[in-house]
């Protein structure tokens, strides 16, 4: 098991990563496409060479001043989204390619191999050619490749991506299976919310070449703290003051009214200080009135009325119809209230047409308090 | 829908190509043939084709090979210089590169003064044959090669590197197996070249049965007073090339390509 | 005259025509017509053979009350072409055994007259960096380079070493006289033997040296008028030019022998 501690420049791509990961644990690593995502794992690899700073797997400084360990000697293995087999070697010679290049004798790399597709449950296709699998198959066997040369860092960029939703589902699984049992320091590149769920411990996030926040990934999905985070995990977040344990003004005028979440102590990583901190990692404060906070619901929660609707919802604001985009059989809204906060709403279709809902409408949006998560910060 | 007229041009085409290559095994004194290809002269023409097309091939792998790879790599104005200087010798008149190796591995030549010096003669030699058509078709060897391997991309090298294998483990285990197929296109048709070479050849290395007159030196010496020998030699160079092209057809077909998502 | 004969023939005249027109050699007004006033150029055709394509010229350009068309190619060709009806008025050739063959073939009108002789020589580049001295022990270890036996100038070449009992190792054969030259001229060679006429054309890139016993290897250009000459006359005229002193003059000055 070994750390990986990260606190280098990369000049020509404006990045300044500081970021460190528990040994044993696996870092979801999310972020916009160009943040610097790849480039924290090309500075783990070695491909990429820090301008200034270093790169530390455990004790071992693999990249700074004057030192540059080559990829090949770093022990860190990577899985990308393609699995890359050698199409020249059959399954069994992929998996046995890494001891074979680390200078085991073929019998035991062969060995080595075996248990390794075995455990991946390819057992039965180590005599194929690399060619001949499917793309499921050949992710499993990439795996078992990456695994068999004993990494002490996991790299796995977007993993899952390729493939078809049902044969990732069974390869997500695997990873969780596999990754956990061998308790190998794991960095994992995702879009995913639910990847990232299921796999890691921890969540980095990656935004303009720096790494702006990371934390427990249970505790940082379930309460973003930033637009990205909120996209990804696909909810409405609302940051206000909170002026009881149930009820968060909104800067506008407006009140949400939801159901208090407590903190949890989560295990995992931290980023370390500097520049690259913007948010930093601010312990979860009690939820003290006047504290700041984030009211927390699904786009499905959200009912859109023409007109004030009657009785007292506990939540209900005025807004601005601003985008319609149709979504399979639903229509996902965009609205913005009072104070420019945006709201997303899901409709059906027939919902959408009955309420002639156009950009520029001023609608009503309720949503029921039993639905709203209120968190502090 | 393709429209029909097309096949009066393209039969035209056809045509033209294939009948006079036809004509050549049609009139061919096939009863003959035995005695034709194996006089002094045309076994001495065989022979040494073989041997120097064997040699240059030989040289064009050791050398363009690494060539070919490194290109590969390389992106930036400079690289693109090099590739163009690289492919120059394939559409320059033979009898320009014969000149141009004249001018320089030639006794009065910028490498060939200070070698004569030295009591090292080139021209004339067999080695004069072999520089020839190293020169005419090592480019076929590297502009196959690198194009394969610019095809084929990088991130296999880059797993590789990530399962502990060193540069040269890597090289050795997962770019060459990778490009065989290529390499072995461009090794065929670096041969098919280096048989066919007359230009700089006649021009560069003079011609003498058994030291520098290859198969097409023999055939252009023959042509006018003794055209059953000629059309046999031929017919010898027509067959290599023939199978040349269909191993190189046959081989491209045979590489895997993985649909990948 | 069959039809096929002479349809062939009105080919190869139109054929002829063209060539002639293209290459812009007619020195006057067209052959064509016989007739023409005495005061203005006879026309002629000549068919000579290649190598005497420089002396040929200038010889055409003495006299002008003649309208001189030339046209050079390989000798059998030459012939090959009159035999098919090509309207030439004078026939010359690079070598008497094509000569026979025509006159054999009831196409020359009266005997062919020898007019040159051409012979060969041991070129060596300027400098005579490989100190040859001729066909002699001075040759060992030095590159020489003849024709190939299969074209006349390698025939003449090895004729003359029979002759003289020597052996030649040249380091190549070439099939062309002009490729001997220029491998000599340009240092790559020690040695070559050309015709004499090549080695006067080469300048003074390369030194000329005497090969004995090449006067009785020469090979002697004939010329006669053709036996359907449409212009006997200015044939016979042309043939007076090249073997009288004006034409031997300009032959020698090429570097043609006269006999």
């Known amino acids: 098991m070994t750390a990986v501690t990260v606190a280098a420049q990369v000049a020509d791509r404006s990045a300044d990563l500081h970021f460190s990961a528990e040994p044993g644990s696996i870092t979801a690593v999310v972020g916009p496409n160009g943040a610097g995502k790849s480039t924290l794992l090309q500075l783990v690899s070695g491909q990429l060479r820090p301008s200034a700073g270093e790169v530390r797997l455990g004790d071992t400084l693999v990249a700074g001043p004057g030192v540059h360990v080559p990829t090949h000697r770093r022990r860190v293995a990577v899985l990308e989204q393609r699995a890359l087999l050698f199409d020249h070697l059959d399954v069994l010679d992929n998996v046995a390619f890494g001891p074979r290049a680390r200078g085991v004798r073929p019998a035991a790399a062969r060995r080595r191999a075996r248990a390794e597709l075995d455990a991946v449950g390819c057992g039965d296709l180590a005599a194929r050619r690399a060619w001949e699998v499917s793309g499921g198959q050949a992710q499993r066997i990439a795996l078992a490749r990456a695994l068999a040369t004993d990494p002490q860092v996991v790299l796995l960029d977007e993993p899952l991506a390729a493939l078809d939703a049902s044969v990732a589902a069974a390869m997500r699984s695997l990873l969780r299976e596999r990754l956990r049992a061998e308790h190998r320091t794991t960095l994992l590149v995702t879009h995913d919310a639910l990847d990232a769920l299921a796999l890691a411990d921890a969540l980095a996030l990656v935004e303009d070449g720096r790494v702006v926040d990371a934390g427990p990934v249970v505790d940082r999905l379930t309460r973003p703290r930033g637009s990205f985070v909120a996209d990804l995990v696909d909810v409405n977040l609302l940051p206000g003051r909170l002026c009881a344990p149930d009820r968060l003004d909104l800067p506008g005028g407006d009140h949400v009214t939801g159901l208090a979440s407590g903190p949890g102590p989560h295990p995992g990583p931290h980023p370390s200080p500097g520049p690259g901190s913007q948010l930093g990692n601010a312990p979860d404060a009690a939820q003290a009135p006047g504290a700041t906070g984030f009211a927390c619901f699904a786009p499905a929660a959200v009912a859109v009325h023409a007109d004030p609707p009657g009785g007292s919802p506990r939540n209900h604001w005025a807004a601005t119809v601003a985008t319609v985009e149709p979504r399979g059989a639903l229509v996902r809204l965009r609205c913005v209230l009072a104070d420019g906060s945006p709201v997303a709403a899901d409709l059906t279709l027939a919902a959408a047409a009955e309420g002639g809902l156009a950009p520029g409408r001023r609608v009503w949006l309720v949503v029921k308090a039993a639905q709203v998560t209120l968190y502090a910060r | 829908m393709t429209p029909r007229w097309l096949y009066l041009p393209a039969a035209a085409a056809l045509a033209f190509l294939t009948v006079p290559l036809l004509g050549i095994p049609l009139r061919v004194a096939w009863a003959d043939l035995p005695a034709l290809l194996t006089t002094p002269a045309a076994l001495d023409a065989l022979g040494l084709s073989l041997v120097t097309c064997l040699a240059a091939t030989a040289v064009s792998v050791l050398l363009g090979l690494p060539l070919a790879l490194l290109l590969a790599r390389s992106d930036g104005p400079l690289a693109g210089v090099v590739r163009t200087l690289v492919t120059l010798p394939m559409v320059l008149p033979p009898v320009v590169a014969g000149l141009a190796l004249l001018i320089t591995f030639g006794r009065r030549g910028t490498v060939g003064a200070p070698l004569s010096a030295l009591g090292i003669e080139i021209g004339f030699t067999t080695l004069a044959v072999v520089l020839a058509q190293v020169f005419v078709a090592m480019p076929y060897l590297i502009t196959s090669v690198e194009g394969a391997v610019r095809t084929a991309g990088f991130a296999r090298e880059r797993v590789a590197a990530s399962l502990g294998a060193s540069p040269t483990h890597t090289l050795l285990h997962v770019t060459v197996p990778v490009t065989a197929p290529a390499l072995a296109t461009g090794t065929a048709l670096t041969f098919a070249r280096a048989l066919g070479e007359f230009g700089a050849t006649i021009t560069f290395a003079g011609a003498l049965q058994g030291v520098t007159r290859t198969l097409p030196l023999e055939i252009y010496q023959v042509r006018e007073l003794d055209t059953a020998s000629a059309l046999a030699l031929s017919l010898v160079l027509v067959a290599v090339a023939a199978v040349t092209v269909a191993l190189t057809a046959w081989l491209s077909r045979r590489t895997p390509r993985r649909g990948v998502a | ?259």
């Open chain 3, 1 to 259: 005259m069959s039809r096929p004969q002479r349809a062939r023939r009105a080919i190869l005249v139109a054929a002829l025509a063209t060539a002639t027109a293209l290459a812009g050699c007619a020195a006057g007004p067209s052959p064509a017509d016989p007739a023409a006033p005495s005061d203005a150029p006879a026309p002629v055709t000549v068919f000579a053979a290649a190598s005497l394509t420089a002396a040929f010229t200038e010889i055409a350009a003495l006299d002008p009350a003649l309208a001189v068309t030339l046209s050079f190619d390989g000798s059998p060709t030459l012939v090959d072409q009159v035999a098919a009806g090509a309207p030439a008025d004078v026939l010359a050739t690079a070598d008497v055994t094509t000569m026979t063959r025509a006159r054999d073939a009831g196409l020359l009108a009266g005997e062919p007259v020898t007019f040159a002789a051409n012979t060969a020589v041991l070129i060596v580049p300027r400098g005579n960096p490989g100190a040859v001295t001729g066909l002699d022990a001075s040759l060992e270890g030095r590159r020489l380079v003849v024709c190939a036996p299969t074209v006349p100038c390698g025939a003449t070449a090895h004729a003359i070493a029979d002759a003289a009992g020597v052996t030649l190792r040249p380091v190549s054969e070439e099939q062309k006289v002009t490729d001997v030259r220029g491998k000599v001229a340009s240092g790559e060679a020690d040695a070559g033997i050309v015709f004499a006429t090549d080695a006067l054309a080469a300048g003074d890139a390369v030194e000329t040296l005497p090969l004995p016993g090449a006067a009785q290897a020469a090979t002697t250009y004939p010329i006669a008028v053709v036996h359907d000459a449409p212009h006997p006359d200015a044939a016979a005229a042309f043939v007076a030019l090249v073997t009288g002193p004006d034409g031997r003059d300009v032959l020698a000055a090429h570097g043609f022998t006269l006999p």
